[in-house]
């Protein structure tokens, strides 16, 4: 079956950086794109990155430009998030998603910016 476990979360002071990883299973990993949503508390889930299959075509929400980098390694079945200058904002909990023959959706990690 597949299976999304996020990693890499926790509390990091502003300005700071966390990266996350998603390690995935029970599909072809280099034929689908894979994205990472995040959750902030009394807010709608949103899309904070994409990255096709290959990684060869990325996008960003406006909110994370300049600070995330997404990125895999097809080898390792694994999609990374980089977070830099890390904001208050931010704050929220990080989820993996693929849509192979269904959509799919990690546990999520909680990411914390605070001083």
């Known amino acids: 079956q597949v299976q999304l476990v996020e990693s890499g979360g926790g509390l990091v002071q502003p300005g700071g950086s966390l990266r996350l990883s998603c390690a995935a299973s029970?599909?072809?990993?280099?034929?689908?794109?894979m994205s990472w949503y995040r959750q902030a508390p009394g807010k709608e889930r949103e899309l904070v990155a994409q990255?096709?299959?290959?990684?060869?075509?990325?996008n960003y929400a406006d909110s994370v430009k300049g600070r995330f980098s997404i990125s895999r390694d097809n080898a390792k079945n694994t999609v990374y998030l980089q977070m830099n200058n890390l904001k208050s904002e931010d704050t929220a909990v990080y989820y993996c998603y693929a849509r192979t023959w269904d959509n799919f959706w990690g546990q999520g990690t909680q990411v914390t910016v605070s001083s």
């Open positions: 029970g599909f072809i990993f280099s034929r689908i794109a």
């Open positions: 990255i096709s299959n290959t990684g060869g075509t990325t």
